[in-house]
């Protein structure tokens, strides 16, 4: 896989739309998608939720409706609605005062080695950075059995950049590298970075420098440690963030990866056991025989494979 910046989470609240207008603009009413009515949060009694998707409603009548994508929640809009996030965010632009973006999580995907969590973690650690959060280093790994993350800024806060391995938090244990980058912005710092006119890689290269750089002291004095030279790694992350030109719906990769995830780490056990005791030949003659539909998740990804 190449290195990508992709959106990780989308929110939008709607004042002009019900549910099932909002889920039609996605494109994400057609057969074979079931949503299922569950509780909903935020002051919101009612939700809407397929894939990572939910839909809340029936909140104050000033609330109107709100729609919350997280990262899988994304990667299913890609795959089986429009994946058209230009028209969702004109939706939102058109609409001033009726629509908000209340957060977008934009992220840098190195899958080809360029950052090491080890010496990102050892500089923040030892504060070769400047920044523009107030908290400055919030936070320092999430244990040994989720990788390494460093996050700077707070939650509340309309900005967050938060570094950490992917791979690790996922799971996979095969040696491949997956390291993001986060941006994560609120309200008005997510509306202005939509509002950008250069391609998304370069906005995301310009918008994570402002907030965040490490950094190496240079060999002659200088008190200002923003002019301060980069560190070799971000400099390059930042050079080839802005060189992806275009936003790349992860898709069928990504989607792919979940399913691995799910089916080694999750089924793994389970899956194992039967094959020690029953063999692969009836394993397979099972799976074709149980009689159950494939989900339409699931067909969507062998049609991208070429499989029947």
């Known amino acids: 896989m190449v290195n990508k910046v992709i959106y ?6 709607s004042k002009i739309h019900n549910p099932q207008g909002l889920i039609a603009l996605l494109g994400l009413d057609h057969e074979g998608i079931v949503w299922e009515q569950v509780k909903g949060a935020h002051g919101y009694r009612d939700r809407l939720y397929w894939e990572k998707i939910s839909i809340h409603y029936n909140g104050r009548e000033d609330m109107g409706i709100w729609l919350e994508m997280s990262g899988q929640g994304c990667r299913a809009f890609e795959s089986f609605g429009t994946g058209d996030y230009e028209a969702l965010f004109q939706e939102v632009f058109s609409n001033p ?13 190195d899958h080809e080695g360029l950052l090491d969590m080890e010496t990102i973690c050892a500089d923040a650690r030892a504060g070769e950075y400047v920044s523009k959060f107030r908290t400055g280093l919030a936070a320092y790994g999430l244990g040994e059995d989720m990788g390494k993350t460093v996050t ?7 900005a967050l950049v938060r570094i950490y391995d992917k791979a690790a938090e996922r799971g996979f244990t095969d040696g491949r590298h997956w390291v993001r980058v986060e941006l994560q912005l609120r309200r008005e710092r997510a509306a202005a970075f939509l509002q950008q ?9 310009g918008v994570l420098g402002n907030y965040l750089r490490f950094v190496e002291e240079p060999d002659g004095f200088d008190t200002n440690r923003w002019r ?3 560190k070799i790694y971000w400099d390059k992350l930042l050079d080839g963030a802005s060189r992806i030109r275009l936003y790349e719906k992860p898709g069928a ?30 394993f397979l003659k099972d799976l ?10 699931y067909k969507s990804l062998l049609a991208q494979y070429g499989k029947r």
Not at 152 to 158: I, P
Not at 276 to 281: I, K, L, P, Q
């Open 97 to 109: 005062g009726d629509l908000h973006i209340t957060r977008l999580d934009v992220a840098f995907d």
């Open 288 to 297: 074709r025989c149980r009689g159950a539909q494939l989900n339409s998740k």
């Open 152 to 158: 700077f800024g707070s939650r509340s806060s309309e």
């Open 8 to 13: 990780d989470w989308v929110s939008v609240t």
């Open 253 to 282: 990769d990504y989607n792919m990866i979940n399913l691995e995830n799910f089916v080694i780490q999750q089924a793994g056990g389970a899956i194992y056991t039967y094959l020690e005791c029953n063999g692969v030949e009836k």
């Open 228 to 230: 301060w030279p980069m």
């Open 197 to 205: 006119t250069q391609p998304v890689g370069e906005c995301f290269a």
